[in-house]
């Protein structure tokens, strides 16, 4: 049988995709994610951090961070698990196929590999949804059904994906994929994980916008709307939902990099003028030509940031702490 998920297209979800589409043009414009490489990984970071945390993940960011970044933490060893687990699974968004089922239980498997049995399969038993008091608000659908309620929604999905905007197709996957509820754990992470993943192949900026952390911010509200879909028999009250999440996380984002870039080309700029193409100088030279004396203040304002905007590069780059190292401009 043919299936249609249940929403309305309404004038708050149209303005709020112009809101979106208008606000990206001024990221795109800017370029400011490709000139920086360490806001991105915040950026993921904070995606990462804030989807765990609405699992009831207690690392905070910095923990997070440092466990991104190879340094050891003290903490609960399923949570650093948790945390590895979902930076894999999210490094794997340039090469899924959202319209693929085996790409989503090779994802699944990824994001919970060790924390739970047969992770990448959907579940064999009945599941339900309970409230803080204990009371289920949501019965799942029975585990005979999963393969073809999951087979007839990544069949709409490709049906309708060159119709539907992707802001209003992948919220409306982000519910019914939670509403089914196919594995036994980890639905919302690979729900939200999903929504990015098909963002990203019509938007590539998507890849690095934290929509998770907004979610986070409104977490109740994010429930409540899930819940309101439930009883209502449609998912129009959480698309609407979830485009403002994306529409406030974008301008989070555009604020955050509009003023990053200013703070960082103002140093580069300085940098990159006294310096001529091609023409090799230590670190002693550059800061001679600026007028600097704390090396400190050099490397942290201009010499990294002018390194991660790929403006220079260095003569002994498998070596960056060499005694020998030169820097030119390219």
């Known amino acids: 049988m043919e299936y249609t998920p249940p929403f309305e297209i309404t004038k708050i979800m149209l303005d709020k995709v112009s809101s979106i589409m208008k606000n990206i043009g001024k990221l795109d414009n800017y370029k400011d994610l490709n000139k920086m490489p360490v806001l991105r990984k915040n950026n993921r970071i904070h995606s990462i951090h804030s989807s765990l945390a609405i699992e009831a993940n207690s690392l905070s960011f910095n923990q997070v961070k440092d466990i991104i970044d190879g340094k050891t933490v003290v903490g609960p060893q399923n949570e650093i698990k948790e945390v590895k687990n979902a930076y894999n699974a999210y490094k794997l968004m340039d090469n899924i196929n959202p319209y693929s089922i085996k790409d989503l239980k090779s994802a699944h498997r990824v994001m919970m590999d060790l924390i739970m049995e047969k992770s990448g399969e959907f579940r064999k038993g009945h599941e339900g949804v309970f409230d803080e008091n204990g009371n289920c608000i949501h019965v799942c659908p029975p585990p005979e059904q999963l393969n073809l309620l999951i087979s007839k929604l990544f069949k709409w999905m490709k049906e309708n994906k060159d119709t539907l905007h992707p802001l209003i197709l992948s919220s409306v996957f982000h519910y019914e994929f939670v509403f089914i509820h196919p594995f036994s754990d980890g639905n919302g992470r690979i729900a939200r994980l999903w929504q990015n993943v098909i963002l990203s192949k019509f938007e590539e900026i998507f890849e690095y916008v934290p929509i998770e952390t907004q979610i986070k911010k409104y977490q109740k509200e994010y429930y409540d709307a899930i819940n309101f879909s439930n009883k209502s028999g449609n998912s129009t009250v959480f698309i609407e939902f979830m485009l403002k999440m994306i529409d406030e996380t974008i301008l989070d984002l555009l604020k955050n990099t509009i003023t990053e870039a200013n703070r960082v080309s103002l140093y580069v700029k300085k940098l990159l003028a006294v310096m001529e193409i091609g023409v090799e100088l230590t670190t002693t030279e ?20 002018a390194l991660e905007s790929g403006l220079i590069k260095m003569t002994i780059p498998d070596k960056p702490t060499s005694k020998n190292q030169m820097y030119y401009k390219i």
């Not at 550059?286 to 940031?305: D, I, Q, T």
């Open 286 to 305: 550059m800061m001679s030509k600026l007028g600097l004396k704390s090396r400190v203040s050099f490397r942290e304002n201009y010499l990294k940031p």
